[in-house]
């Protein structure tokens, strides 16, 4: 038998969302990603991805709050949520009121606050992203990766795959070598696009990212990044042609790197060590 903490049950007796939102104006805006979720089952089963027994979790753009609802019904102790559109934090004070103290709404911009300095540790994200930031957003959290336990993200399917690839995969590229540099990623399920409203034209896909204790190899992420823009940019290249003007072929030799190899069939640890050499001419 499943036993509700105080707050759960309070969240569980209130009226659905759609008939908040028959007194209130959210329609959803196309500028702020809003593509939204009101299946209980499917919250649920994201929100079940997580364990929320203790510390913060950020949901980014609670919106009209179906996921936030998902959290507080599976037991997060404390949620903070994040919103730019102050229709859904107006929209939101009957749940902020349900939560007993555990539902937090900030008011502001997910690309400026520095989440891993906000809250409890353990962190985690569980967010259905607004698309159109959602890469810049994992990012810029992957450089602060040891801050976060866990990270259960929507996105677009598309993306989800170029988040997951390994070397040697179509999809392989700078986001995967980025995301798999600082922990590990699996796609947990897809999302049809009937399942928001409005639909966006593609599927999505949950994905959960475990950041690792300790980077795959240790390099400055900045760096690492400028290397991947160098090889991806010419995918079709050899290496050898993409790093022609740091060294070329005697660069990636020195390295123990087949310089005939194309970028994405080079492993995340060598993306690393040519990041470490290349370091002081950056
Ligand atoms: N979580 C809700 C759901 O699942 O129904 C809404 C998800 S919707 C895809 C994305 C949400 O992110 C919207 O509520 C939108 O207003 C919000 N958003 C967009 N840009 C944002 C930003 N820069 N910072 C914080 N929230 C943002």
Known sequence: MCIMNKTAEKVSQLPSIRSFMQQADLTAKKSLGQNFLFDLNLT??????????????????????????????????????????????TFLDHLVRASDGALELIEGDALTLPLWDIGQAPRQIIANLPYNIATPLLISWLSHAEAFSSMILMFQREVAERITALPGDTHFGRLAVLANWRAETEILFDVPAEAFTPPPKVTSSI???????????????????????????????????????????????????NPQLRPQELDIVDFCRLAERLEPQF
């Open 44 to 89: 649920g089963q994201i929100a079940a991805a997580a364990d929320l027994s203790e510390g913060t979790v950020f949901e980014i753009g609670p919106g009209p709050g179906g996921l936030t609802r998902a959290l507080l019904l599976a037991g997060a102790q404390r949620v903070i949520a994040i919103e730019k559109d102050r229709r859904a934090i």
């Open 207 to 257: 994905v959960r990212l475990i950041p690792r204790n300790m980077p795959l190899y240790p390099c400055n992420q900045a760096t690492l990044e400028k290397v991947t823009q160098i090889a991806f940019s010419q995918r079709r290249k050899m290496l050898r042609a993409s790093f022609k003007p740091y060294g070329g072929e005697a660069l990636l030799e020195s390295l123990d790197i």
